[in-house]
């Protein structure tokens, strides 16, 4: 019970590095000793020092004989930093619990390997599932090569995206598009579709939030028929940066250049044809449905594209992971089941 308890500490940790350590995994570390915390830490940005170096430089003396608790696996390579195996084995750490292991081909279970190997015992897999949600998108990425995608829409109670004039500002309420906002703070990478850009005209920018990421997340505009025009916010590159596909490419092949970028969380904010795309081809890992307080009727128009499905039998089917109020509309997150 102690090690959940402690390895509940170190993810809540870890997420303290949500904004800035990506590419990087945002992992958490504590350092316990005779039941009391002596250490703790979290990888704040990319090339700054791991979760472990900053809880062992905390205990100090105290490290030595301590039980560490880290969130994934330490890595054992040098890259902008030094491995994190070498400072727990110096500082004298006499047991290493890991939530999960780090899929990245870097480390890929040679850090516990290296640990055990120094005679610390090592345990791996507390609180596995809470970790794994944790790091889901570093892990997905780690594992697949491509972003963690998740997609967001509006909807009227009735489902549609838009009224019959094209307007849809604001289906949703103020709140939830703070949350909104709160998602791209998390995300490297938000994409839109040409009829988004044309339409809404988006700075795509993180603003309403607590606390900006301090870098902004890269645009990326769907563009093969050169529809956007160039005064549009998009092109302002003082805002954001952005990468326009000016040509037609296949969803799978937009998500590996992207993972190659470096991001390790995509959020899709286009348009219906845009997330139908992606839907229908199953890389959407989280769809995030706000169902506005409104009715738009039939003239509305619909909140996806056409998906050639004419049969329940082959109806595209999602799992509701959670539903809450916000604000005064509705949030809806959904994983896909496709069986």
């Known amino acids: 019970m102690d090690d959940r308890r402690w390895m509940e500490m170190a993810i809540a940790e870890g997420l303290k590095g949500r904004l800035d350590a990506p590419p990087n995994p ?7 000793k005779n039941g009391q915390i002596v250490g703790l830490g979290h990888h704040p940005e990319c090339g700054l020092p791991h979760a472990e170096v900053y809880a062992l430089r905390e205990a100090g003396q105290n490290a030595r004989g301590a039980t560490a608790y880290v969130t994934l696996e330490p ?40 640990l055990k190997i120094a005679g610390i015992k090592v345990t791996v897999g507390v609180e596995r599932e809470a970790v794994e949600l944790s790091l ?13 995608v998740i997609a ?24 939830a598009r703070r949350d909104a906002h709160e998602m791209r703070a998390e995300s490297q990478a938000i994409l839109i579709g040409a009829g988004t850009a044309v339409k809404d005209s988006p700075q795509l920018t993180v603003r309403q939030v607590n606390k900006l990421p301090k870098k902004q997340p890269l645009r ?28 037609k490419m296949e969803p799978e092949k937009i998500l590996s250049i992207l993972g190659e970028k470096g991001v390790i969380q995509l959020l899709i904010e286009g348009g219906p044809t845009t997330i139908t795309q992606f839907l229908q081809q199953h890389l959407i890992d989280r769809l995030i449905v706000y169902t506005g307080p409104c009715l738009l009727g039939s003239d509305g128009l619909p909140g996806f594209g056409s998906m050639g499905i004419c049969s329940m039998e082959n109806a595209l089917r ?18 896909h089941t496709f069986q």
């Open 75 to 114: 890595c054992v390579h040098t890259g902008r930093t030094l491995p994190c195996i070498h400072a727990l084995i110096e500082a004298g750490v006499a047991r290493v619990v890991v939530g999960v292991e780090d899929p990245d081909p870097k480390v890929s279970g040679s850090g516990i390997a290296a």
């Open 220 to 247: 990326v505009l769907l563009d093969p028929n050169g529809k956007v025009p160039h005064d549009s916010p998009l092109y302002d590159l003082d805002l954001a940066p952005t990468l326009v596909f000016s040509e």
């Open 26 to 32: 945002w992992v958490g570390c504590i350092l316990v």
């Open 136 to 148: 889901a998108p570093y892990l997905h990425h780690r594992r697949t090569g491509r972003p963690f």
């Open 152 to 175: 967001k829409t509006a909807l009227s109670i009735d489902g549609r995206a838009a009224a019959s004039d094209k307007t849809s500002q604001w289906i949703s309420c103020e709140a």
């Open 318 to 335: 999602l799992h509701l992971l959670e539903s809450s109020a916000i604000g005064n509309s509705v949030k809806s997150v959904y994983a």
